[in-house]
């Protein structure tokens, strides 16, 4: 089964745009993780962040903690061709080790 | 870098037969993961390794699905008979411990013709 809930399912903006993906969650979490797959290939990870942290950056990464909403929202600012991916918010259960992703959201940056 | 291997990328195969694949994990890396991702959703964990040992395969179909990683490195995961719903992505993953972020591998395709 399947812990959270990503939103958009799809979204497609302009090259140089801002890109905003939404995920949401049922239980209490150790972490939120954020990951990334390029058609057809394995994923990449992004960035973690951690049940007591509300914020953390990587480059033109931006990623936000709302454990009272039970929500994460990843922004992509500056965004590039190479953005075009699926992303999918994956969530670490407290008290145990499984991680459980969310159904992904397919992002397309237009050029 | 280090690299998650699979082998192989690709696999056709009829309903009935049996097909295996294959996984290296990254050096050092004790947790080792399969999943199996559906077009259009996202990974749905297997069997998680712990070195040599299983600690969570609770959503392995077990009646035609085996998995093993008997020195606690590379790993195995099998299907006998293979059905047309198990046609999916097939990933493998490693970690340092289990609430550490993923290394994934470049996946297996398979078709279940």
């Known amino acids: 089964s399947q812990q959270g809930e990503e939103d958009p399912q799809a979204l497609s903006i302009q090259e140089g745009e801002n890109a905003t993906m939404n995920c949401s969650y049922k239980t209490s979490i150790n972490n939120l993780q954020w990951y990334r797959q390029n058609s057809g290939r394995g994923l990449v990870h992004l960035i973690l962040?951690?049940?007591?942290?509300r914020e953390k950056h990587s480059g033109r990464l931006r990623v936000t903690l709302d454990t009272s909403k039970k929500s994460s929202s990843l922004l992509i600012t500056a965004s590039r061709a190479a953005d075009t991916a699926s992303y999918f918010c994956a969530t670490v259960l407290q008290g145990a080790q499984k991680l459980v992703f969310g159904q992904g959201t397919r992002l397309t940056i237009n050029p | 870098e280090a690299e998650v291997a699979q082998s192989p990328r690709y696999k056709i195969t009829e309903k009935s037969q049996a097909v295996a694949f294959w996984c290296d994990p990254i050096?050092?890396?004790?947790?080792l993961y399969w999943y199996r991702q559906i077009l259009g959703q996202g990974p749905e964990l297997l069997v998680q390794f712990q070195d040599e040992s299983v600690v969570d395969d609770s959503q392995l179909p077990k009646d035609r699905f085996s998995a093993e990683r008997l020195k606690g490195v590379d790993s195995t995961l099998k299907i006998q008979p293979a059905e047309l719903g198990d046609s999916a992505m097939y990933l493998c993953?490693?970690?340092?411990?289990?609430?550490?972020?993923?290394?994934f591998g470049p996946g297996t395709r398979l078709t279940v013709l």
């Open positions: 993953a490693s970690s340092f411990s289990g609430g550490e972020p993923r290394f």
């Open positions: 962040i951690r049940s007591n942290e």
């Open positions: 050096s050092g890396h004790a947790t």
